[in-house]
């Protein structure tokens, strides 16, 4: 059974906040600054360029891969981290779409991240005008499995509302069509019970500075399914996805499985600081996290929505078609955000009216959500949102 109280304990969280927005940036697990000062002095300061060998640097991208894997149903050797997230959707479409060489479409939905539809975009644009990015209403998806989809791309769970797919279901539908899956996990790694062996996805990607908790712009990773690994062609031929990286040969040949993924230079500081945190990932079970997850939407929905009769709910009501957030519509949303900002809720606004709240059983419970809770409903009922200095919008929201 997973002690939820000793992961708590286990993170930095700055004395007087609530944090329920560790779906954007997870909070600093407290072993990540010894952990990532340790290298830096005894690896990298000490042992130089001999850390690659010695402190196996080149090792770790599969090494947290398969920590990772534990966490979303992934077998060994499946899972690989480097790069972006951004990148590895560009990775991964490129890979699948050569699996399925004749169809020219890309299924996706207006849930999607804009990231996600912009790198389909700008490869598709690079693979000429016979192709084709085809974008339908989450609801719409069944329908529009025609004999022209190549690939299917979506993320499992919207990054504004937390409406979750049912990756099982979806696959199964798209294999029954010849289509090629691609699931993006950023909402979902960390935050529910997924089972990517069992779902038999193809391929799939996500981040790890969002639930898991890596840090800010720590790497992002990629599955592909093992049927697939030995035979598909790396888009992006980096030298270290090369079968033989220090034979420096002239022609691209690519390594075994998983490992023709890697593109570059690992990122070993960003890496050191995730391995903190997938120590504590270590001590849960994926189905006590989703389980409390439950439990605790459910309750922040019912608490807000008695105290707060003028706030909507955006997200699904039935925990099982959820995340790991819930989102609240609210016409002055932003305003109210950094309301409660000020007061120690931290969570976010999604334009044009969504306030967003993530939940995350490592170090938030009942105590918090109840108290959060209390410090929205002040800022709605007594208008403290209504100032001046709380509608000023930043770079980033
Ligand atoms: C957060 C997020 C991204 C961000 O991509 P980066 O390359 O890591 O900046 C992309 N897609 C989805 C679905 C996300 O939620």
Avoid at 68 to 73: H, S, T
Avoid at 218 to 229: D, L, Q, R, T
Avoid at 306 to 329: E, H, I, K
Avoid at 353 to 364: H, K, V
Wanted: overall charge negative.
């Amino acid at each position: 059974m997973s002690d939820f109280r000793r992961t708590k304990a286990m993170f930095h969280l700055p004395e007087g906040v609530i944090y329920l927005d560790g779906n954007s940036l997870g909070p600093l697990p407290k072993a990540a600054c010894d952990h990532v000062s340790d290298m830096m002095r005894n690896q990298w300061g000490e042992m130089l360029i001999g850390g690659w060998n010695k402190a196996g640097w080149m090792r770790l991208s599969t090494d947290i891969g398969d920590r990772i894997g534990r966490l979303i149903g992934a077998a060994k050797g499946s899972v690989i981290t480097g790069d972006t997230l951004s990148i590895k959707v560009y990775q991964a479409l490129a890979s699948a779409l050569e699996l399925n060489p004749k169809r020219k479409v890309v299924l996706s939905d207006n849930g999607n991240f804009p990231s996600d539809l912009y790198m389909a975009q700008g490869l598709l644009h690079s693979l000429g005008s016979d192709y084709e990015l085809r974008i339908v209403s989450p609801d719409n998806i069944t329908e529009n499995l025609t004999n022209d989809v190549a690939v299917l791309m979506l993320t499992e769970v919207d990054y504004r509302t937390g409406r979750r797919h049912d990756m099982k279901e979806l696959t199964a539908q798209a294999h029954a069509k010849n289509v090629i899956t691609i699931w993006d996990l950023a909402h979902s790694a960390g935050a529910i019970d997924v089972d990517l062996t069992a779902a038999k996805a193809d391929f799939a990607i996500g981040c790890t500075y969002k639930y898991l908790n890596g840090g800010p712009g720590s790497p992002g990773f990629i599955y592909v399914a093992p049927k697939h690994a030995d035979s598909l062609r790396p888009a992006l031929s980096g030298w270290l996805g090369h079968e033989a990286p220090f034979a420096f040969d002239l022609e691209y040949r690519p390594g075994a499985g998983i490992e023709r993924m890697r593109v570059g230079t690992p990122p070993v500081i960003a890496l050191k600081s995730l391995e903190a945190a997938l120590d504590i990932w270590d001590m849960v079970e994926m189905r006590d996290i989703r389980a409390k997850s439950m439990e605790l939407c459910d309750l922040f929905i019912s608490e807000v929505e008695t105290r707060c009769p003028n706030l909507s709910l955006a997200s699904p009501r039935d925990a099982r078609n959820r995340g790991s957030q819930v989102s609240f519509r609210f016409r002055e949303g932003f305003a109210a955000m950094q309301a409660c900002i000020a007061r120690g809720v931290i969570g976010d606004f999604r334009a044009p009216d969504i306030m967003r709240f993530g939940f995350t059983p490592l170090y938030i419970d009942e105590g918090d959500v109840i108290t959060a809770a209390g410090i929205i409903e002040d800022v709605i009922t007594n208008n403290l949102w209504d100032r001046p200095a709380y509608k000023i919008k930043g770079k980033i929201t």
